[in-house]
């Protein structure tokens, strides 16, 4: 790298080319599978909803779970959307 006195994480100018190493990335095809409503489960699944603490934050494997109670869900898909599409 050029030295300027400082440290430079990209340098402007390189004289030698470094070849990257490329890996390719196997996606499996998705399992298609029949799927049935089950409406005294999904009614189960709404009141759950509806008694839930405001908002129950769980860590999982791959990062956090937010468990939010239907009116708090609303107000923040409401809030997420607002501030998405609004261009101020």
């Given at each position: 790298?050029?030295?300027?006195?400082?440290?430079?994480?990209?340098?402007?100018?390189?004289?030698?080319?470094?070849?990257?190493?490329?890996?390719?990335?196997?996606?499996?095809?998705?399992?298609i599978?029949?799927?049935?409503?089950?409406?005294?489960?999904?009614?189960?699944?709404?009141?759950d909803?509806?008694?839930?603490?405001?908002?129950?934050?769980?860590k999982?494997?791959?990062?956090?779970?937010?468990?939010?109670?239907?009116?708090?869900?609303?107000?923040?898909?409401?809030?997420?959307?607002?501030?998405?599409?609004?261009?101020?």
């Open positions: 790298m050029e030295g300027n006195g400082k440290k430079q994480i990209f340098p402007v100018s390189s004289s030698k080319q470094e070849e990257v190493g490329r890996t390719s990335l196997h996606i499996d095809q998705p399992e599978r029949d799927f049935k409503i089950n409406p005294e489960k999904s009614l189960q699944n709404l009141k909803g509806a008694d839930r603490s405001d908002i129950v934050i769980e999982t494997g791959g990062g956090l779970t937010l468990k939010l109670n239907t009116g708090v869900y609303q107000l923040v898909k409401s809030a997420a959307h607002h501030y998405y599409t609004c261009e101020s």
